[in-house]
């Protein structure tokens, strides 16, 4: 699983600067959660991360390799967005095969990735289902099965609880991060829930107007913060 490196990495929006020189190195399996109030530059942050926007300056590597100009479907990265993405026209089966067919597995391929990441997400017996049949969090499990199997070595998640209801997020937090750790996945999570980020993180980053406060283990950052 890959190690991220970020250096000196600033993202300006004509005269906004909405993230500003930041250095940040994600250990190979790590989870890390960004926390950050609206407008902080967590979700830019992220983006440049995964390759949807380039940084104004700086680069990101991963596992020392520089991806800064790389396209995002060549970064072997899983997205999950805070809204949930899937294919409204497929059945959940068919959304979760879709990465590994589209990188030319058979179908027979397809559909066994398929099912062994339901099966890791609990979701082995809706996959007949379509999208618009399933609960939030029944949703939020495909998109995630969905963005493992394709093969994804880093997982990004862009505030992806944001949209459930508060049993379900909880739940749902504690799902995610067994699979990660089961699979051994190196995690960026974006979020601006502290719960949520205290109950996850191997390691949380806090963000504030664009740069990084502080970055330590929850514990730590609860018990002793440098800036309260």
């Known amino acids: 699983m890959p190690k991220v490196s970020l250096e000196n990495i600033s993202m300006r929006f004509g005269d906004i600067t909405a993230v500003s020189n930041i250095d940040l190195v994600i250990k190979d399996g790590e989870y890390v959660t960004i926390l ?65 067919r589209m990188q030319g597995s058979t179908k027979e391929e397809g559909r066994e990735t398929a099912d062994r990441f339901l099966k890791l997400v609990n979701m082995l017996d809706r996959l007949a289902m379509f999208p618009s049949e399933l609960s939030g969090g029944e949703q939020q499990k495909v998109a995630i099965a969905r963005a493992m199997a394709s093969g994804a070595r880093l997982l990004l998640l862009d505030e992806p609880l944001s949209a459930l209801d508060a049993r379900v997020r909880m739940d749902l937090r504690y799902e995610i991060r067994r699979l990660v750790k089961e699979l051994g996945i190196t995690v960026v999570h974006v979020t601006h829930d502290q719960d949520e980020a205290m109950s996850v993180s191997d390691r949380i980053v806090v963000m504030r107007n664009g740069s990084i406060v502080e970055s330590d283990s929850p514990m730590k950052l609860y018990r002793r913060p440098n800036n309260l």
């Open 36 to 100: 950050g109030p609206s407008g902080c530059g967590k979700t830019t942050l992220i983006k440049m991360i995964s390759g949807i926007l380039v940084p104004s300056e700086g680069r990101v590597l991963i596992d020392g390799k520089d991806v800064t100009g790389l396209p995002i479907e060549d970064r072997d990265n899983g997205y999950v967005f805070q809204n949930i993405a899937l294919f409204p026209h497929m059945k959940v089966v068919k959304n979760v095969s879709y990465g590994p």
